[in-house]
């Protein structure tokens, strides 16, 4: 599939203050407001000719999915995965990903409960349908860096090495502080990296000094290449992206960091957050789907970056 860009896209698309190539959607959110309500966290496969999106509907406090042509206009959702206040730790359900596999869809997600975030895991044979694996959580805070939350899971499967490869944040549960790694060769038992965090906060860096968090990580001409949030503070938040060779060390930040910033007066006027990015090699235009935030609700927009070399 080529995923052409919308000619208005081009014409109108609307630059980020050191955006690097990265323009973003011209006519405001793409998901979300409204009577929908606040609607947060990406995460898209591209599938027989469209896009997928499951995403956090926060009102309902549950996972839905909705599909597309373009990645800009989209179904009715449809609801996946609800919150289970009788478990004991998903009174609120949220903050997803999703991987495809010959075996069908795996989804570890984020339940909480006051004071604590811990991961869990489901499987779909349709990515719409989903039952969860047991009652328990697969990934709980143990760390003394992960205080009592532990969120945001980026997941992807590494055929060579047979593992699940997860990226996630732990710390503070409003926003949380850093970023760590885990395996498992079954997408239930974890092993942590016993250097964690990987990943932290460049305090020299004005607009992530508070905190770094919520990355996805995707494998791109033998680099990983990790899409983050960089906190300047609790309440303003930007967009960047760094690279390492092999997804734990050396990470190295793009010069052109911050790449998405919010637009003065516009949607996202206070924060830009929660990024995740497809490359699409045919037409060769990443896309790059993240929050965006001026006061309340939140929404989902999406910006993009016309060839394929991101400036590192």
């Not at 990983?224 to 949030?229: A, D, K, Q, S």
């Not at 906190?231 to 050396?250: E, K, L, N």
Request: with cysteine.
């Amino acid at each position: 599939m080529s995923a052409q860009l919308p000619p208005e896209a081009l014409e109108k698309g609307i630059p980020a203050a050191k955006a690097g190539g990265w323009v973003k959607w011209p006519l405001g959110s793409v998901l979300g407001g409204g009577e929908i309500g606040t609607c947060f966290e990406p995460t898209l496969l591209r599938e027989g000719g469209k896009f997928r999106m499951w995403f956090s509907w926060r009102p309902r406090k549950l996972v839905a999915l909705v599909e597309g042509e373009d990645g800009v206009h989209w179904s009715d959702p449809v609801i996946c995965l609800e919150a289970r206040p009788e478990s004991g730790w998903e009174d609120d359900l949220n903050r997803q990903i999703v991987v495809r596999r010959e075996d069908g869809y795996h989804m570890w997600y984020t339940g909480q409960i006051s004071g604590r975030s811990e991961i869990g895991y489901a499987r779909s044979a349709d990515g719409a349908t989903w039952k969860r694996h047991g009652d328990r959580p697969v990934l709980s805070p143990d760390q003394p860096w992960e205080t009592t939350n532990v969120m945001c899971p980026h997941v992807i499967w590494d055929e060579e090495a047979g593992l699940f490869r997860m990226w996630y944040s732990a710390g503070e549960q409003y926003e949380p502080d850093a970023i760590g790694y885990a395996t498992s060769p079954d997408g239930i038992t974890w092993g942590k990296h016993p250097e964690n965090p990987i990943f932290s906060s460049d305090e020299s860096l004005s607009w992530e000094q508070h905190k770094v968090t919520a990355c996805q990580v995707l494998k791109h001409r033998g680099w990983h290449v990790m899409f983050y949030i960089g906190f300047r503070d609790v309440d303003h938040a930007q967009v960047g992206v760094a690279r390492s060779r092999d997804g734990i060390t050396g990470w190295k930040r793009n010069p052109s960091n911050p790449i998405i910033s919010p637009t003065e007066g516009s949607w996202d006027h206070d924060a830009c957050y929660k990024p995740f990015a497809l490359y699409d090699e045919p037409s060769d235009v990443w896309r790059l789907w993240y929050n965006g935030r001026r006061d309340e609700p939140e929404g989902i927009g999406m910006a993009f970056h016309v060839g394929e070399d991101l400036g590192f």
